[in-house]
């Protein structure tokens, strides 16, 4: 079962409660080589296509995903490109493009700023 925060599916809420949240894995589209542009981005997780635009941010269950996505600057004739990923919930993802095509990394905890006392 693949779930979505900003869509939902079967017995899933459209917003997932903050304890939901910490199980879902995240998975982040990010620029990669080329900028971020409207058209690029995540296309389908499993066989749901958002209808609505291409998110730069979805939650979802853990384990084995197959993820559709539009990298910026590439034309496409059969369809989006997919790239299958293991998620582990609770863990956050990036999914970029490089020459084209997809890659998923692991998110790289934000630094804590170095304040001088």
């Known amino acids: ?59 979802l ?8 996505f539009y990298c910026p600057g590439q034309i496409y004739v059969d369809g989006p490109p997919t790239i299958t990923y293991d998620f582990v919930g609770g863990q956050s993802y990036e999914l970029f493009c490089r020459k084209g095509q997809g890659h998923i990394r692991v998110a790289q905890p934000v630094a804590a700023a170095n304040h001088p006392s």
């Open 61 to 68: 269950a853990p384990g084995e995903r197959e993820v559709g």
């Open 1 to 59: 079962m693949v779930c979505l925060s900003i869509s939902g599916c079967a017995g899933f809420p459209h917003n997932l409660p903050p304890q939901a949240k910490e199980l879902a894995a995240s998975l982040a589209y990010v620029a990669g080589d080329k900028p971020l542009e409207p058209g690029s981005g995540i296309v389908s997780v499993g066989n749901y296509y958002f209808p609505d635009g291409y998110p730069r941010i979805v939650h």
